[in-house]
């Protein structure tokens, strides 16, 4: 069992900044991937960025350039930088680790952009 536990979230206004983070109950690098999505009202829960065991990132489109995903395996937490916000980017944002055939969820962390 992976118990993930995010914080970071909060209001801000466009243009700014938040860092999310996610920590894990085991060692991050016995995961397979990690991954952050969001979820806003009224829409599906979509992959916003993701990071591999071996370090390789991917990102959605509509959050290159703004967002980027980093670990820290001494804290055995990921973290989702999020410069550059905007009033679409308001969501509950999920944390999600997958092992092997299994993944779990964090309890999701709010963020809301003011225009």
């Known amino acids: 069992q992976v118990q993930l536990v995010e914080s970071g979230g909060g209001l801000v206004q466009a243009g700014g900044s938040l860092r999310l983070s996610c920590a894990a109950s085991?060692?991050?690098?016995?995961?397979?991937?990690m991954g952050w999505y969001r979820q806003a009202p009224g829409k599906q829960r979509e992959l916003m960025a993701s990071?591999?065991?071996?370090?390789?990132?991917n990102y959605a489109d509509s959050v290159k350039g703004r967002f980027t995903i980093s670990r820290d395996s001494a804290k055995n937490t990921v973290y989702l930088q999020m410069n550059s916000l905007k009033p679409e980017d308001t969501a509950v944002y999920f944390c999600?680790?997958?092992?092997?055939?299994?993944?779990?969820w964090g309890q999701g962390t709010q963020v809301t952009v003011s225009s």
């Open positions: 085991v060692n991050i690098y016995s995961l397979t991937t």
């Open positions: 999600r680790a997958d092992r092997y055939s299994l993944y779990y």
């Open positions: 990071i591999t065991k071996d370090g390789t990132t």
